[in-house]
């Protein structure tokens, strides 16, 4: 689950792209790990501490010849409270990579969430994503959108059903190179190593599990402490009081930067791809460095 924009499966479509490898329809099978750190509590607290826990990833995906491509993800969670079973994507999209100057594809997914006790209930269930990169330059720049949106219901404390609607739009802007390297061990083999930097923006009205949030697990809500000096009243001096104040940042801003480094190794139908990142939130209460690794593998049937 990277921090932002492409997945590693739309990485290595690229990979055989700028290999010049002969566009063929193909199933491809994989299994995803890792620690992302999205998933803290059923209840979303603004100034609860990032916490991480591990999770599987089953998926199976059709990518056509054309460029047009299905899939379906599992999630299952690692040493969850109920129901590890917590979510499942349907995705379809687009990828054109038929131009070596450059890249673009769109994509739309559904989520599926469980009443798990592991992740706050959001209504993003619907998400709308779009990206370009142009790689003639040693730096390739790129710009992805993601926009989310749905409804959910949810009862209130007096045993009340509401249906809570709600969206949220991001902008990533990317900076990466890739490393291409052939031949290793074997003549069909290849290793493509890629880092990225991001800085996201956008908006942070829900919890949500887009591309681009995936590492954000609650609001951004900030605490302020101020302190203010005033008389005690007894002619004995001054005392402290400490006033905390609570606000909402959803609005449309910087949210994030990160850094990461991912890699695919395919050999022969079998694909390996670690990556790691780092990332800093420039929103909420917790604004420190935080790092997550995820890996898959898959076979190409």
Known sequence: ???????????????????????????????????????????????????TKPFLSPNVSYNHKSGLYASVYGYYLLNATRKPWFETDLSAGYDYTKNRDFLTGVSYTHYFYADSSDIPATPIVNEAFAYFFYRKWWLEPGLSLDFGWGKTKEKTDAGAERTITGSDFNMIFDVRHSFIFMDLLK???????????????????????LKSTKYVSRSTMIQQRKKKRGNNGGGGGTQE??????????????????????????????????????????????TGITGYFTASVSVTL
């Open 187 to 209: 003549n069909d083999d290849a290793l493509l190593i890629m880092p990225v930097t991001s800085l996201t923006l956008g908006t942070a009205n829900y919890y949500s599990n």
């Open 1 to 51: 689950m990277p921090a932002a924009g492409q997945s590693l499966a739309e990485l290595e479509r690229q990979l055989d792209s700028l290999l010049n490898q002969p566009a063929k329809s193909e199933v491809v099978i994989g299994l995803g790990f890792g620690n992302n750190p999205a998933y803290g509590g059923k209840a979303t607290d603004p100034f609860r501490p990032v916490t």
């Open 241 to 286: 009081e400490e006033i905390i104040s609570v606000s909402d940042n959803t609005g449309f801003q910087p949210r994030a930067i990160d850094l990461g480094l991912r890699m695919s190794y395919i050999i022969g139908k079998v694909a390996i791809s670690p990556s790691y990142t780092v990332f800093k939130l420039l929103q909420g209460g917790d």
